[in-house]
Every structure is written in structure tokens, then in C-alpha cells.
């Protein structure tokens, strides 16, 4: 077999070590949270959902620190320099303290403005100033874990990286089942057991790093301002982006507690999670691709890039409609099947977010062009401008006395306007296809949300309320199966299906270079 085929099928099977992992740790997950409702109660889960969502903020951005630093090991790599990985690394490290001492002060300082602000019970003010500072600190050591994950990514050890996304499940899980033992404060216990978990990950992520990478895992003082400079500048730009991104998301949950109090964080963090899990499996997908899409433009072969972004756009909107129009059409079924009593407004947050992750769906392929070509500063800036408008325009709809679920209409809207410049800026800055993009992605993916939207509308007028587990199985896989196949028929041709039927096998979207 060909290096070229080999480097290829290695995708397919990074792509199932990474969706095998995410099966077993949202099962997981699920029934953590379950059992976590049940432990902390309706006001304190609210109110982790509200502090604690700056740990939810930087485990998502710690992804994108993570490609920052993949970025340039990749790039070194395909120049043929892998001596200067280690280099690259001990820059990374260096930048990422950097960002974690500056994230630190500049969260400590909004968060005393901002804490005794939100609608809080009197008698859970301290729990709150508690659970902010444990979360600070969990967020920071994911800022410091991001090195380490860079060189498991870019050397394509997933078996390892699936493996740790379990462990961390399980131990998240064991933290859970723990909290049984304090009779009073649980949310303080969780926060600081769940730190606990952050460290032990990122000391394991080390110690493997070290034994399996050598010399490239090793700190050392390396005295390079030009590459300093230069990688400073795009892990910037990255964290200004991904910024912009977090204030967006976890802004609602200010802005919903401002107005509607602890409960709705409650309902929020419910819809957040279901959110969280269907977003994964599609960053999974593009994880997959990173490496070999970075590497493929680096080298200048340019269709082969062209060919894996197109592919890996239509595979994610694929992913993201067959699992969000499936929930969609259960969405309160199984809420109620997963957590017994469905707090309110659960199920129509939960229904915006699917919505949003199909909008979503298409960010991560062309974001790779970005990191590719190294084209970040406009498009990073363009992204914080547009993304923060969501919440002065979430703050007025409320304010004008719009339904909660409002705040997450106006995210929908914003993340489509951010999607229009991003394609626009790709265009302008990189030399983007931006027509054939148009033509073979996004009129196949709006004829598909057409047809879509008709048959949630169908099943919503059938469905019960409530079913039994075998029932809802049944309607799930009955629902999946339908958009399945309208999915495939309308984003894909005849070609493109025989490979999404091979389990992703992605030797074919190339043309062969030899016989």
C-alpha cells in the first residue's frame, strides 16, 4: 500500500478510535449527571452550572490551544524538521502559562464585580465564591494541559487520547458517587474533587508524553523571539476567537440567571450537556482531519486539502442533522426518560441547541483553513466583534419581555452571521473556493434542512410525551434511520455514500497519485 493510502485509511481509523471513546463516555455522562441532580439538588446544580461554566468555557477552548500548538508541530514535521518540535513545544508550554496567569487575573478581577451581582440565594453567596475559585484554578490546568495534548493529536496517538476521555469520565463519575459522603456544602466537594480530576488527567497526559515522545516532550529554555512572536501572536488570535466564542455561550447563562434566576441555570446546563455531547462527536470528526489537512496544505497540494475540507463539511452537517433532528423529534421523551422530572424549561433550550449545532456543524473545516494557511488575525477579530453581540441583544429581548428561550434564538442568528464573514474573510484572506463551496455544500445542506423541517413537524404531532425505554428506542432508531436516509441522498452523491457506508473510509476522495 502507499504511503499516500496509508496515511489516509489512518484517518478512518483515527475517526473510530475518537467515536468510540465519545459512545462510552456519554453514557457515562448521562447517567453523571443524573445522579449529580440528585446529589446537589436543583439550586446548587443550577449554581455550578452558572460559576462552573469557566471550566466548561476552557476544557472547549483547551481544543483550540491544542491546535495552536498541532499547528506548528505539524508544520515541522512535514518540512522534515522534527527537531524542532521540542522547541516548539517549550514555546507552547511558555505561552500557555502566560495565558493562564493572564486568564487568572483578569477573571478574578470580573469576577468580584460580577459574583455579587447575580441572582443567588443569601445562604449559597459562599458556596458560589468557592466554587468560582476552584473552577479558576481547574481552568488553568486546562490551559497547561494544551502542550501535551498537541503532540498526542499531531502524532496521532488516539487510542491514548480515547483512552483518557473515559478515564476522565469514570473519575468524574467516582467524584459523583463520593458526594454522598458530605452531608452539607456538596457543590464546594464537587468543584474541588472535579480540580482533583484536572490534575490527575494532566499529570497522566505527561508522564505518557514524556515516555512516548522523548526529547520532544521535554522542556527546555529556548531562546527564539521570531518563532516566539510568531506563535504568541496565533495562539493570541486563537484564544481572541475562541474568547469571543465562550462569552457568547456561557454569557447566556449570566444573562439568564440575571432574569430568571438559579433555575434556569438548571434547565441551561441540562440543554447545555445534551449540546455538549452532540458537538463533540462532530469536533471528533474534524480532530481526525487536522493533522493530515495541516500537513496536505503545508506541503502546497492543494486539491487534496480542498477535497478533505469539502468532505469533512459535508460529513459533519451530516452527523450533526441526523443526531439533532433525531432529538429534536424526542427531545421531552428523553429528558424525561434520563432525569425522571424535567426541570422547566429544559426541553425548549435543549430544542435551540440542537438547532445551533447544526449551524455550528460547519465552523471547525473551514477554521482549519485558517490554522492551515496561518490567516488568523481578521478572521479572529471578525469572530469576537460578531459572536459578542449576543449578549446585549440576549440582555434586550429580555428585557423587552421575550420568552427565555429568546437568548438562544439570537445565538442562532448570531452564529450565522459569524458563519456568512467567516466564509467571506476565508475568501478574501486564504483564496478560498468560496463558489464551489456554495455549490456543492451549502445548497445541498438548505435543501436538506427543508426537508428536514417537514418531518420534524411530521413526528412532533405523533410522538407521546412519555414512552417506555424499549418504545423510545424503537422511535429513536425509526426517526434516525428516516433521516439517514434523506441525509445521504441529499448532501451525498452515488460516490460519496459508498464511502460514508465503509465506516468513513476516505481512501477514495483522492484522486491516485499511481496506479
Given at each position: 500500500m502507499s504511503e499516500l493510502a496509508s496515511n489516509k485509511k489512518r484517518i478512518a481509523y483515527n475517526t473510530m478510535f475518537l467515536y468510540g471513546r465519545k459512545v462510552v463516555s456519554i453514557l457515562i455522562g448521562f447517567f453523571t449527571s443524573r445522579l449529580l441532580l440528585e446529589r446537589l439538588g436543583e439550586t446548587d446544580f443550577g449554581l455550578y452550572g452558572l460559576i462552573g461554566s469557566v471550566i466548561v468555557l476552557f476544557s472547549s477552548l483547551r481544543a483550540i490551544f491544542s491546535t495552536s500548538i498541532q499547528r506548528y508541530v505539524n508544520v515541522a514535521k512535514a518540512s522534515g524538521r522534527p527537531e524542532d518540535v521540542q522547541k516548539i513545544f517549550s514555546i507552547g508550554t511558555v505561552i500557555q502559562l502566560l495565558l493562564g496567569i493572564t486568564f487568572m487575573g483578569v477573571v478574578e478581577i470580573g469576577g468580584a464585580f460580577l459574583i455579587p451581582n447575580l441572582n443567588i440565594p443569601a445562604a449559597s453567596v459562599g458556596d458560589a465564591w468557592w466554587v468560582f475559585h476552584l473552577s479558576?484554578?481547574?481552568?488553568?490546568?486546562?490551559?497547561?494541559?494544551?502542550?501535551?495534548?498537541?503532540?498526542?493529536?499531531?502524532?496521532?496517538?488516539?487510542?491514548?487520547?480515547?483512552?483518557?476521555?473515559?478515564l476522565d469520565s469514570v473519575l468524574r463519575l467516582s467524584v459523583v458517587a463520593l458526594l454522598i459522603i458530605y452531608p452539607t456544602h456538596r457543590v464546594v466537594w464537587y468543584a474541588l474533587l472535579i480540580l482533583a480530576v484536572s490534575v490527575t488527567i494532566r499529570l497522566i497526559n505527561m508522564v505518557y508524553c514524556r515516555r512516548t515522545f522523548g526529547i520532544e516532550a521535554k522542556f527546555k529554555f529556548v531562546k527564539d523571539t521570531n518563532l516566539f512572536k510568531e506563535m504568541a501572536a496565533f495562539a493570541g488570535w486563537s484564544?481572541?476567537?475562541?474568547?469571543?466564542?465562550?462569552?457568547?455561550?456561557?454569557?447566556?447563562?449570566?444573562?439568564?440567571?440575571i432574569f430568571g434566576g438559579v433555575t434556569l441555570n438548571t434547565a441551561r446546563a441540562i440543554a447545555a450537556q445534551v449540546q455538549a455531547n452532540v458537538i463533540q462527536f462532530i469536533t471528533d470528526m474534524s480532530v481526525g482531519f487536522q493533522p493530515r489537512s495541516i500537513m496536505t496544505y503545508t506541503k502546497k497540494e492543494y486539491s487534496e486539502f480542498y477535497s478533505l475540507l469539502f468532505w469533512n463539511s459535508k460529513v459533519n452537517f451530516f452527523m450533526a442533522s441526523v443526531m439533532s433532528v433525531t432529538l429534536l423529534c424526542v427531545t421531552y421523551p428523553i429528558l424525561k426518560f434520563w432525569l425522571a422530572d424535567v426541570p422547566e424549561w429544559s426541553t425548549i433550550f435543549t430544542k435551540c441547541l440542537l438547532i445551533h449545532v447544526m449551524v455550528l456543524s460547519l465552523h471547525d473545516p473551514i477554521d482549519t483553513l485558517f490554522r492551515a494557511a496561518g490567516k488568523m488575525k481578521w478572521y479572529q477579530i471578525t469572530e469576537l466583534a460578531i459572536l459578542t453581540l449576543n449578549i446585549p441583544f440576549s440582555w434586550i429581548a429580555l428585557k423587552l419581555g421575550a420568552p427565555f428561550y429568546s437568548v438562544f434564538i439570537v445565538f442562532i442568528i448570531v452564529e450565522m452571521l459569524n458563519f456568512t464573514a467567516m466564509v467571506i474573510i476565508a475568501k478574501i484572506t486564504t483564496g478560498f473556493l468560496l463558489k464551489k463551496y456554495i455549490k456543492e455544500i451549502l445548497f445541498p445542506i438548505i435543501a436538506t434542512c427543508f426537508i428536514l423541517a417537514a418531518l420534524y413537524l411530521c413526528c412532533t404531532s405523533y410522538i407521546p410525551a412519555e414512552m417506555n425505554f424499549w418504545s423510545l428506542l424503537g422511535t429513536v432508531i425509526l426517526i434516525a434511520v428516516i433521516v439517514i436516509s434523506i441525509a445521504s441522498f441529499t448532501l451525498f452523491n452515488h460516490s460519496e455514500r459508498t464511502k460514508l457506508a465503509t465506516l468513513f473510509h476516505l481512501d477514495k476522495i483522492f484522486k491516485h497519485k499511481s496506479k
Amino acid at each position: 500500500m502507499s504511503e499516500l493510502a496509508s496515511n489516509k485509511k489512518r484517518i478512518a481509523y483515527n475517526t473510530m478510535f475518537l467515536y468510540g471513546r465519545k459512545v462510552v463516555s456519554i453514557l457515562i455522562g448521562f447517567f453523571t449527571s443524573r445522579l449529580l441532580l440528585e446529589r446537589l439538588g436543583e439550586t446548587d446544580f443550577g449554581l455550578y452550572g452558572l460559576i462552573g461554566s469557566v471550566i466548561v468555557l476552557f476544557s472547549s477552548l483547551r481544543a483550540i490551544f491544542s491546535t495552536s500548538i498541532q499547528r506548528y508541530v505539524n508544520v515541522a514535521k512535514a518540512s522534515g524538521r522534527p527537531e524542532d518540535v521540542q522547541k516548539i513545544f517549550s514555546i507552547g508550554t511558555v505561552i500557555q502559562l502566560l495565558l493562564g496567569i493572564t486568564f487568572m487575573g483578569v477573571v478574578e478581577i470580573g469576577g468580584a464585580f460580577l459574583i455579587p451581582n447575580l441572582n443567588i440565594p443569601a445562604a449559597s453567596v459562599g458556596d458560589a465564591w468557592w466554587v468560582f475559585h476552584l473552577s479558576l484554578f481547574s481552568a488553568v490546568v486546562f490551559i497547561l494541559t494544551a502542550p501535551y495534548d498537541a503532540l498526542i493529536v499531531s502524532n496521532e496517538k488516539f487510542n491514548f487520547y480515547a483512552a483518557m476521555t473515559i478515564l476522565d469520565s469514570v473519575l468524574r463519575l467516582s467524584v459523583v458517587a463520593l458526594l454522598i459522603i458530605y452531608p452539607t456544602h456538596r457543590v464546594v466537594w464537587y468543584a474541588l474533587l472535579i480540580l482533583a480530576v484536572s490534575v490527575t488527567i494532566r499529570l497522566i497526559n505527561m508522564v505518557y508524553c514524556r515516555r512516548t515522545f522523548g526529547i520532544e516532550a521535554k522542556f527546555k529554555f529556548v531562546k527564539d523571539t521570531n518563532l516566539f512572536k510568531e506563535m504568541a501572536a496565533f495562539a493570541g488570535w486563537s484564544f481572541l476567537g475562541g474568547t469571543g466564542h465562550s462569552i457568547a455561550n456561557n454569557g447566556i447563562n449570566f444573562i439568564l440567571n440575571i432574569f430568571g434566576g438559579v433555575t434556569l441555570n438548571t434547565a441551561r446546563a441540562i440543554a447545555a450537556q445534551v449540546q455538549a455531547n452532540v458537538i463533540q462527536f462532530i469536533t471528533d470528526m474534524s480532530v481526525g482531519f487536522q493533522p493530515r489537512s495541516i500537513m496536505t496544505y503545508t506541503k502546497k497540494e492543494y486539491s487534496e486539502f480542498y477535497s478533505l475540507l469539502f468532505w469533512n463539511s459535508k460529513v459533519n452537517f451530516f452527523m450533526a442533522s441526523v443526531m439533532s433532528v433525531t432529538l429534536l423529534c424526542v427531545t421531552y421523551p428523553i429528558l424525561k426518560f434520563w432525569l425522571a422530572d424535567v426541570p422547566e424549561w429544559s426541553t425548549i433550550f435543549t430544542k435551540c441547541l440542537l438547532i445551533h449545532v447544526m449551524v455550528l456543524s460547519l465552523h471547525d473545516p473551514i477554521d482549519t483553513l485558517f490554522r492551515a494557511a496561518g490567516k488568523m488575525k481578521w478572521y479572529q477579530i471578525t469572530e469576537l466583534a460578531i459572536l459578542t453581540l449576543n449578549i446585549p441583544f440576549s440582555w434586550i429581548a429580555l428585557k423587552l419581555g421575550a420568552p427565555f428561550y429568546s437568548v438562544f434564538i439570537v445565538f442562532i442568528i448570531v452564529e450565522m452571521l459569524n458563519f456568512t464573514a467567516m466564509v467571506i474573510i476565508a475568501k478574501i484572506t486564504t483564496g478560498f473556493l468560496l463558489k464551489k463551496y456554495i455549490k456543492e455544500i451549502l445548497f445541498p445542506i438548505i435543501a436538506t434542512c427543508f426537508i428536514l423541517a417537514a418531518l420534524y413537524l411530521c413526528c412532533t404531532s405523533y410522538i407521546p410525551a412519555e414512552m417506555n425505554f424499549w418504545s423510545l428506542l424503537g422511535t429513536v432508531i425509526l426517526i434516525a434511520v428516516i433521516v439517514i436516509s434523506i441525509a445521504s441522498f441529499t448532501l451525498f452523491n452515488h460516490s460519496e455514500r459508498t464511502k460514508l457506508a465503509t465506516l468513513f473510509h476516505l481512501d477514495k476522495i483522492f484522486k491516485h497519485k499511481s496506479k
